[in-house]
């Protein structure tokens, strides 16, 4: 019988089963420190130092989940996430030392599912690369028994069987993170939904400080189903507008 361990965060680890991270940053310290907690947390860990050799350890490791710095020699991270995103459905977690909006929409745009801003915690980082993992199981499991039927609000049409998008009969392509948002909002249309009831539904992550995190997504999300379908409410949060009835 297999052993188990607990994790730092209290995520239960067994050692047959471990899940590969790999993990892409130039500066040899933070590359170092990420690895050995990462290590600490159960996980199987490799490494990559610029663009190239990211996108050639991820075809021939098939990691789990990539932590990926956005400025990296050869190419940068956007560059990766896409180049790895069109080999295969990979979760990011990327990396920036810039807190810049437009760095964050453009990431999440090529397939990144969540980032963080330098300087961060070892310890904030392990949690979400736990979180990314348990949403990527959980996408599993719905697509073994998935919602049957077709919502329709208004010309929003939302697939649970197939996880697809259309806006007026055209399909929208979405990241797994923002078909998930879209889900939470049209759950219940119309009502407002805090950045902290979101954050806990779709990232399962109950920190405050990861708020930032709700924001570009939803303008991400604005982008593709346009932005008048969700609405902002100052000081609350957000609320998917739908036909009045």
């Known amino acids: 019988m297999e052993q188990t361990h607990t994790s730092n965060t209290g995520t239960a680890v067994t050692p047959g089963a471990q899940r590969r991270v790999l993990v892409v940053e130039d500066d040899t310290t933070i590359v170092e420190a990420i690895s050995a907690r990462l290590r600490a947390e159960g996980f199987l860990v490799q490494t990559a130092t610029d663009g190239p050799a990211a996108v050639d350890a991820a075809e021939a490791w098939q990691p789990d989940l990539m932590v990926?710095?956005?400025?990296?020699?050869?190419?940068d991270g956007l560059e990766v996430c896409r180049r790895v995103q069109a080999q295969r459905p990979v979760p990011v977690l990327m990396l920036t030392?810039?807190?810049d909006?437009?760095?964050?929409?453009?990431?999440?745009?090529?397939?990144?599912?969540?980032?963080?801003?330098?300087?961060?915690s070892m310890r904030e980082l392990a949690a979400r690369v736990h979180v990314l993992l348990r949403r990527v199981e959980r996408a599993a499991q719905a697509a073994v028994t998935p919602r049957s039927g077709i919502l329709r609000l208004g010309e929003l049409e939302i697939d649970h069987a197939q996880r697809r998008v259309r806006v007026r009969g055209d399909d929208v392509h979405l990241t797994p993170t923002e078909f998930d948002l879209l889900v939470c909002l049209a759950n219940t249309p119309r009502a407002v939904l805090s950045r902290e009831q979101l954050l806990a539904e779709v990232w399962d992550w109950a920190d405050a400080s990861g708020t930032r995190t709700v924001d570009s997504h939803i303008k991400?999300?604005?982008?593709?189903?346009?932005?008048?379908?969700?609405?902002?409410?100052?000081?609350?949060?957000?609320?998917?507008?739908?036909?009045?009835?």
Do not use: N, Q, S, W
């Open 101 to 120: 909006e437009t760095d964050m929409l453009v990431g999440l745009g090529v397939g990144a599912d969540d980032y963080m801003t330098k300087p961060f």
């Open 220 to 245: 991400a999300l604005r982008r593709k189903i346009g932005a008048e379908r969700i609405r902002t409410v100052h000081g609350v949060g957000y609320a998917l507008e739908t036909p009045a009835p």
């Open 97 to 99: 030392a810039r807190d």
């Open 68 to 75: 990926l710095d956005v400025m990296l020699p050869g190419f």
